[in-house]
């Protein structure tokens, strides 16, 4: 989707403003959204790309101007609303209502280290033939999906080359639509600023894209 | 804010490009969630303190505090003729057009950092030339107060499927000067 | 991006008149899952210590330190980040896939995720407000020379900036170039030169006093 996520080349933002010995935390919310995020994820009831998909699917307004956890405190009310966790009536009241539905996983303090050293990796085995190798020269697909994608809007349509082969990866394209992992060729593909924002520069921007994103020039 | 914005347009005398750049100088968070009217209130503040027509503090106490620079105000009598009277933005030509209707172009992939008027999404697409209008002011140059410089503006078709990729069917036309366009 | 009334103060005692209304969504939400049985209290207080303390750029100030000290070390990160960096004890969450982007005198990188805000968690810790907010995140891909110079950072014109946009789930770890005259500092000499912006590509390790 064209969301308000897909931030590559506006400009208008202004300056980059970076605090000082910055702590991690910069209100006494933000700790405990973060790990109720963190929590509801080690439920299982969702994936990284699905979860990604509902932050961009936030009003393009809500999502500018809220902070970071803010945001993705709000994407996290509407993904347990959508899946029937929680209703919008208990996040208003903070009361339960309903009755809790059966979750595969409930992290207890104990698991935690270990469920965050394991991490999620997202490589899978998969019998699909590698379509590029390093020094291809590809062209980025112009496509405009209505779901959720990983291939930023200002390189579809843009020529480059390969420059690392990653093997095969969840595609988010359909991991994000609960359509399977759908394993596929990761590249990385490296794009001159003069292809993608006709600069006069020899600067670059390497981008991670899955094979269905690319096409030979031949 | 409508009649405001066209009578310190006439006082200061900007033109229709430097007012919109103005515009589409507020944050963008603040560009969407505000309304029309109040992105021409952001550019009217804009433009009045840049050509020195009021202070920061003026706009924000409403009270004049320095003396204005010299300008004439716009007596109510005038204003009816000045809205009537047909503004063109047609311009002589300073060499023949480029290209004719039915020319095949594409649109260059440029992101310059002052005003265009030529959308991102277009950037870069295959269209058709439909109709050539004149030359016009051209608005990059005339919107950073560097003269009209008007070039050959044609109106150009294309092809949603070819704009969005996939199997839209759709026409799109815009308004383009031919510095946006090059041969294919 | 702002954040107005900051509290710093992490024991704050809960009285709801001082917390602003998202601090009271927050809680009621946290009690509600509580009570719901699909979160346990305990194990939020263990993410938070772990991201608090735990994980932060001392980690990946010790890979770079590392890295110039130790030429194989070096050859095993270019080679494979992930079993490198994992052989330092950094593991897990949003590191799954790392690579290590070597800068050279002719070559500069820089990481952002225009997306989202991918960030390799285990060697960095939680990414700062200025990566995860929009002017980064939309400028670093098409003017990086002007958002480096925002961060004090002005690089030779012939010098290249490759930017690298973590799009999917690959984390990058930028390897600053090692300072000139470091050739006598120890290891835990050197790891304190490298800044966290070091290692992301919007700053240089530092040059010893």
Known sequence: MNGPHDMGGFTGFGPVIAEADEPVWHDVWEPRAFAINLAMGMTGSWNIDMARHKREQLPALTYWRSSYYEMRHYALINQMVALGLITAEEEATGRMLTPPKPVRRVATADMVPGILAAGGPATRPSNRPQGYAIGDKVRARNITPEGHTRLPRYARGRLGEIVAVHGTHVFPDSSAQGQGDDPHWLYTVRFTGRELWGKDTQDSVCIDLWEPYLESLA | MFALMNLVGDIGGWSIDEDRSACESMAPGDYITSSYYEHWLHGAETLLQKHGLATRDEIASGRAATPSRAATPTPASSVWPAVTARGSYQRQARAPALFEVGDAVRTRNIHPTGHTRLPRYLRGHAGEIIAVHGAHVFPDSNANGRGEDPHWLYTVRFNAGEVWGGGSSHLIHADLWEPYLESL | ?209
């Not at chain 3, 009285?15 to 939020?44: N, T």
């Not at chain 3, 820089?110 to 810790?125: A, D, E, F």
């Not at chain 3, 200025?130 to 014109?157: C, D, H, N, Q």
């Open chain 3, 1 to 209: 991006m702002p954040h107005d009334g900051h509290h710093h103060d992490h024991d704050h005692d809960d009285e709801g008149s001082e917390l602003s209304p998202l601090a009271l969504r927050v809680k009621a939400l946290e009690s509600l899952l509580v009570e719901k049985g699909y979160v346990d209290p305990a194990a939020l207080d263990v993410m938070i210590d772990t991201y608090e303390t735990k994980i932060g750029p001392r980690n990946g100030a010790r890979v770079v330190a590392r890295a110039w000290t130790d030429p194989d070390f070096a050859q095993w990160l270019k080679r494979d980040a992930t079993e490198a960096i994992a052989s330092l004890g950094y593991v897990g969450r949003q590191g799954e896939h790392m690579v290590a982007l070597f800068n050279t005198p002719a070559l500069h990188n820089m990481v952002v995720c225009t997306l989202c805000s991918c960030y390799p968690w285990p060697v960095l810790g939680l990414p700062p407000v200025w990566y995860k907010a929009m002017p980064y995140r939309s400028r670093a891909v098409i003017e990086p020379r002007e958002v480096l110079k925002e961060f004090g950072v002005t690089l030779p014109e012939d010098k290249e900036v490759r930017v690298w946009d973590s799009t999917a789930e690959v984390r990058y770890l930028v390897i600053p170039e090692r300072p000139e005259g470091t050739g006598s500092l120890s290891e835990d000499q050197l790891a304190a030169l490298v800044t966290r912006d070091s290692m992301i590509g919007t700053g240089l390790a530092k040059v010893p006093a």
